[in-house]
């Protein structure tokens, strides 16, 4: 069973993921803002999650990310020819992500572009990275979720402060001659915009927690399931099922609606947090490097957040 049909396509040949070092525990935020680990363990299912330093930014975090995902390919730094970074928390819009990530990697004068989908951002980039292989714009293309959200946060919020954090995941992708990406799923919902942004520079990130969750518990699992059926796969046949992090209860919701009842359910929230846009290459890099995943298998990523932005795809593990 392949995922299309026997044209040619892209696959992904690697993955990296990176998280900073200092971790944050609930009963840790629980001194300085009125909330409890059982709180929020029972809103969002986060035990504890990741907080990059002041010394330590996105461009940082993509760079670790980026050169293990290029290391684990087998590829040259020369063999990458497109950066694509995915982020919503740049803390300056120019210059953008890519061109810095892929200088300080040693990859000289690729194409290099930032997306921004939020929380949906990888699955874009991703798509992006096939379809420009596929059209032979490039051949080999480094794709990274980073996010520094914590910047970002109003710490005595205990609607964000709890839920995002750091990190950065990555993905090489190359030419296959059968396709390992699915077609993708994509959308927004923009009259939802004002559920989750931040208003100006000087603001915080403030969001809706209860619209947020019921658009993401009735909207996204028809997604899901169109995703599948694009790539002409059955949701049984899927062996992981990777949705962006953003809230257990959405995550174990929309599992249960796919019915893939062989596949493992990536839930990488609990110890990492929201990460956004590095929260799905994150949690399957760190589904690989403890042999939950198969190497083979297939996977349906499912991105979903602010704009409101969604896609999905079926993808064969690297």
Request: glycine fraction near 10%.
């Amino acid at each position: 069973m392949r995922i299309l049909d026997t044209a040619p396509g892209a696959k992904l040949l690697a993955l990296g993921h990176y998280q900073p070092s200092t971790v944050v525990t609930n009963d840790e935020l629980s001194k300085t803002m009125d909330t409890s680990d059982e709180w929020i363990r029972s809103r969002v299912g986060i035990q504890e999650r990741r907080v990059a330093g002041a010394d330590e930014s996105l461009e940082d975090m993509a760079v670790h990310a980026g050169g293990k995902a290029l290391a684990a390919s087998g590829l040259a730094a020369s063999d990458i020819d497109l950066v694509i970074v995915a982020t919503c928390t740049m803390e300056s819009p120019i210059p953008n992500a890519a061109a810095v990530v892929a200088h300080r990697l040693g990859i000289e004068a690729p194409g290099a572009f930032d997306v921004n989908a939020a929380c949906a951002g990888f699955c874009y980039a991703l798509a992006t990275a096939d379809a420009s292989i596929r059209a032979g714009s490039a051949r080999n293309v480094l794709v990274i979720g980073a996010e520094k959200l914590t910047q970002w946060l109003d710490w005595t919020d205990r609607s964000t402060a709890v839920i995002f954090a750091d990190g950065a995941g990555a993905a090489v992708v190359g030419p296959s001659d059968t396709p390992g990406i699915g077609p993708v799923v994509w959308g927004s919902a923009g009259d939802k915009a004002d559920a989750i942004k931040i208003p100006d520079r000087t603001d915080h990130l403030r969001q809706e927690g209860q619209t947020v969750f019921r658009w993401a518990t009735t909207a996204l699992h028809p997604v899901a399931k169109q995703a599948c059926e694009r790539a002409g796969v059955d949701p049984s046949e899927l062996s992981a099922f990777i949705p962006h992090q953003a809230n257990l209860r959405i995550i174990e919701a929309i599992a249960r609606r796919l019915g893939a009842d062989k596949a493992v359910v990536a839930r990488d929230i609990v110890h990492a947090g929201n990460t956004s846009a590095a929260s799905i290459p994150l949690a399957l890099s760190r589904m690989l490097e403890r042999g939950e995943v198969r190497s083979g298998g297939l996977a349906l990523v499912l991105g979903f957040g602010a704009g409101l932005t969604y896609a999905g795809q079926v993808i064969e593990i690297p």
